[in-house]
């Protein structure tokens, strides 16, 4: 049931700190076409390497191990370096969608989620991104 995708264009960092489950979204990036340019499994760590590898998008687990969650992370890197974010969690209740919203995420999806959600998503985030980009250009 292999279909047929166009070459696509992307770096994602992915950021989860259960290495299973990391392990298998780096599998599905990978196969939708994208490079994976890293996978953290802190928010210390997921700015670390969005500083270090140049990701078009990262995928932010908001519960990560440590003392930074990937809201506040997500906030950072979104701030230092204009990198759209896109979170992916167990977690959808309003406390965390309401602190999500404000670091601007370029997409939410609530796990489990599957390969279709996973690229329409990361699509949407690069087109919106390049949009953004082009009219401060």
């Known amino acids: 049931m292999a279909e047929e995708r166009k070459k696509v264009e992307g770096r994602i960092l992915v950021v989860e700190d259960e290495h299973i489950v990391a392990m298998g979204i780096k599998k599905m990036v990978k196969s ?8 953290a499994s802190s928010g210390k760590d997921a700015i670390s390497k969005a500083e270090s590898t140049f990701p078009d998008v990262v995928l932010m687990d908001i519960m990560l191990k440590g003392d930074m969650d990937g809201v506040e992370a997500a906030g950072e890197i979104r701030e230092r370096f204009d990198v759209p974010v896109v979170y992916l969690t167990a977690y959808s209740d309003n406390k965390i ?8 995420p370029f997409g939410y999806i609530v ?5 279709n959600d996973l690229h329409s998503s990361i699509e949407i985030a690069l087109h919106r991104h390049r949009k953004e980009k082009e009219k401060t250009e």
Do not use: C, I, S
């Open 32 to 39: 939708l076409g994208y490079t994976v340019t890293g996978v």
């Open 111 to 115: 796990k489990p989620f599957d390969e």
């Open 97 to 104: 969608l309401e602190r999500a919203k404000k670091t601007e």
